[in-house]
């Protein structure tokens, strides 16, 4: 059993856990995943690394409640415990694999969409103690919905906030931002997004047109987390991969969105249904005509 020493809600929705797992911290590295069931019956759910502490043995994770295991998760508390916290899983980082000297020499540009600021953090947090400072872009679509600015904030070198709203920092999509910091006279050897695939998709067409090489994690499109259901097949450069196995991270203008992204919708019925069965519990009856009850 491992457990859990802290369990917040950051914002509508989307919670954070620190949990005891030593070995997991011990060998964990940035842009890696876990696997995590609350019991020894429930769904396994992949969910990427958004902090560690070796010494202490604790690995935190952030999760948006989307399914019906993770509405299960969101009502787990401190004391707590997950049956299953497996890991790391997945590859790491690319940046992990290179020279710290060579590192330096790059200005690196992160773009954070929602959830995605989690798995962020944890490479521009190793970059700074690396002693290499990278320029962050973390977005949402109100103020509200922002999650680890402070943190965030701590490790980045230049921190830029925007809202689609404009309720709060700057205002617009994060491609807004991109572009604005280019006219501004900012270049960048290379682009990391993370966040939703639409997000992803249009970063992506702006960095092509910018020639700005970009890397995204396709952890968003991740089921089973072993290959082994399908759901995050994808082809990138023309040819099949899987983001659990293969990724999560990929050259993101080698990545076939559109292809990813359709495959994402055939997924989402039967979990929706999954997920009001766990909410509703016993009332959870059916005749609503919109999600099959327990069919």
């Known amino acids: 059993m491992y457990r859990i020493l802290e369990a917040k809600e950051l914002t509508a929705n989307i919670y954070l856990m620190v949990v005891e797992a030593k070995r997991v911290a011990k060998a964990c590295e940035p842009g890696q995943f876990v696997i995590v069931r609350t019991n020894r019956d429930s769904e396994r759910i992949p969910l990427t690394i958004c902090d560690y502490d070796r010494q202490e043995g604790t690995v935190t994770i952030v999760f948006q409640v989307v399914g019906a295991g993770t509405e299960i998760m969101a009502h787990l508390k401190a004391g707590d415990s997950f049956h299953d916290f497996v890991g790391p899983l997945g590859c790491p980082s690319e940046l992990v694999h290179e020279e710290i000297s060579a590192l330096k020499q790059k200005k690196i540009l992160f773009v954070a969409g929602g959830v995605g600021t989690a798995p962020v953090y944890p490479q521009v947090k190793w970059l700074r103690e690396k002693g290499v400072e990278a320029d962050v872009i973390i977005g949402a679509k109100t103020k509200n919905l922002l999650i680890l600015e402070k943190e965030m904030e701590a490790v980045a070198g230049n921190l830029y906030v925007t809202t689609d709203d404009g309720s709060y920092g700057r205002s617009g999509m994060v491609t807004q931002t991109i572009t604005d910091l280019v006219n501004e006279g900012k270049r960048y050897d290379l682009c990391i997004a993370i966040g939703p695939m ?77 997920m009001l069965a766990a909410k509703e519990g016993e009332t959870h009856h059916g005749g609503c005509g919109n999600c099959g009850g327990n069919d």
């Open 198 to 274: 639409i997000m992803m998709k249009f970063v992506c067409r702006l960095t092509r047109e910018l020639d700005l090489p970009t890397v995204v994690s396709l952890n968003p499109i991740m089921v089973d987390g072993t290959g082994m259901c399908g759901a995050c097949r994808v082809t990138v450069g023309g040819k099949v991969k899987f983001a659990c196995v293969d990724g999560p991270e990929f050259d993101g203008h080698q990545v076939n969105f559109d292809e990813a992204m359709q495959r994402q919708q055939i997924y989402k019925t039967a979990e929706g249904r999954a």
